[in-house]
T-cell receptor, first 113, second 116 residues
Framework: GENVEQHPSTLSVQEGDSAVIKCTYS??????FPWYKQELGKRPQLIID?????GEKKDQRIAVTLNKTAKHFSLHITETQPEDSAVYFC????????????FGAGTTVTVRA | DSGVTQTPKHLITATGQRVTLRCSPR?????VYWYQQSLDQGLQFLIH???????AKGNILERFSAQQFPDLHSELNLSSLELGDSALYFC???????????????FGSGTRLTVV
């Protein structure tokens, strides 16, 4: 099955700086890559996603890049703010796996004021 | 409100007991997934149902079982509870397998289970 690895496990950044989280996946058939943000005690929420026919997608301060050849994708948060502090999960899915999402282990992001 | 409803929000019970967690998926979604999240841990996949049928099992203990009913709501049954079963249990729904309305999952707010 699909195996998604996520790095780093924790990330501390100064407010205003950028944060980058990287994920690799194992199944070359994976074609959908969402990112979820989970605030303490709350549900994971989809913040951005990308499909395999696109190399980059941006939504205001967040962007995701995908390198299909290397089988890795990354989340970029620019101009970080305290409300960006949360746990971020990457995931991948493919038709061959019933579109079931395989999640990375998560990255705890702390934005220092 | 995500459209995925989980009840109850909180549950405190004693070791050895049995509980049932309920999930109503977003309108039109056929798939329901259950996840367990222990303190400071990631999302551990338990089980996936699609339109009433079990599709995949993850790290689900034999003491746990689930089902999806004709109205598409799902229940997760946890029995012979142990202290280590204390966790947040999330369900998520998605559009389905054969025809995807959207690929992503929508999570419910979770049930926080505390076993004492």
């Amino acid at each position: 099955g699909e195996n998604v690895e996520q790095h780093p496990s924790t990330l501390s950044v100064q407010e205003g700086d950028s944060a980058v989280i990287k994920c690799t996946y194992s199944d070359s058939a994976s074609n959908y890559f969402p990112w979820y943000k989970q605030e303490l005690g709350k549900r994971p929420q989809l913040i951005i996603d990308i499909r395999s026919n696109v190399g980059e997608k941006k939504d205001q301060r967040i962007a995701v890049t995908l390198n299909k050849t290397a089988k890795h994708f990354s989340l970029h948060i620019t101009e970080t703010q305290p409300e960006d502090s949360a746990v971020y999960f990457c995931a991948a899915s493919s038709q061959s796996n019933d579109y079931k999402l395989s999640f990375g282990a998560g990255t705890t992001v702390t934005v220092r004021a | 409100d995500s459209g995925v409803t989980q009840t109850p929000k909180h549950l405190i019970t004693a070791t050895g007991q049995r509980v049932t967690l309920r999930c109503s998926p977003r309108s039109g979604d056929l798939s329901v997934y259950w996840y367990q999240q222990s303190l400071d841990q990631g999302l551990q996949f338990l089980i996936h149902y699609y339109n009433g049928e079990e599709r995949a099992k993850g790290n689900i203990l034999e003491r746990f079982s689930a089902q999806q009913f004709p109205d598409l709501h799902s229940e997760l049954n946890l029995s012979s509870l142990e202290l280590g079963d204390s966790a947040l249990y999330f369900c998520a729904s998605s559009g389905g397998i054969d025809r995807f309305r959207d690929y992503g999952y929508t999570f419910g707010s979770g049930t926080r289970l505390t076993v004492v």
